[in-house]
């Protein structure tokens, strides 16, 4: 939807009940300023949970195929680009760290204006829906697609997904605004 139609407290709302419901939840937004940092919205989503981990539950959400992962979220890797050889790889490790932690319990993704994410947490995204669907994941995004500088190709192949659902918020009627207002 268009800017200011109510996406992001759509996400605020969708946050709130998985929280309520025992979910884990990962929120990332896209910004302008890190279209060009890899995997940009994927550290945002997972970097504050390993963080407030133990060190041995940190070891058990990047083991086996999630360790391929493990370079994006190493202090030392910061701002590199992965080569291409290495992303699928990647991409595969990352699927494996988030099913790792759909093992321990449900997870809901929450990424606010995908439309300025970066072009590896997208390819992640992508890579991920077509996997996830005997998974306890629910994926919710916000986004503008007709956004200058956007990657259509990408934010339409995840947006096409056959798990996706499309909702597209309407403007408020003047009777609603002034029901908001009082």
Known sequence: GPAGI?????LVEARE??????MQVLAARGSELEREFAFGAVRQLFEPLLAAVS???RAELLAGAAELASPIFDPAQFGSEPDADSSL???H????LLA?????????LTVDDLHWCDPSS???LA????RMEALPILVVVGLRPAEPGADLDLLGQISADPLATTVRPGALSEVATGELMQ
Request: cysteine-free; hydrophobic content about 50%; overall charge positive.
């Open 6 to 10: 109510g996406k992001t407290r759509l």
């Open 17 to 22: 009940r998985g929280q309520a419901a025992g």
């Open 55 to 57: 060190e041995e539950e």
């Open 89 to 91: 790889a990647m991409l």
């Open 93 to 96: 490790g990352l699927f494996w």
């Open 100 to 108: 790792n932690l759909a093992d321990r319990r449900a997870v809901l």
């Open 122 to 124: 997208l390819r992640w």
């Open 127 to 130: 890579y991920v829906l077509p």
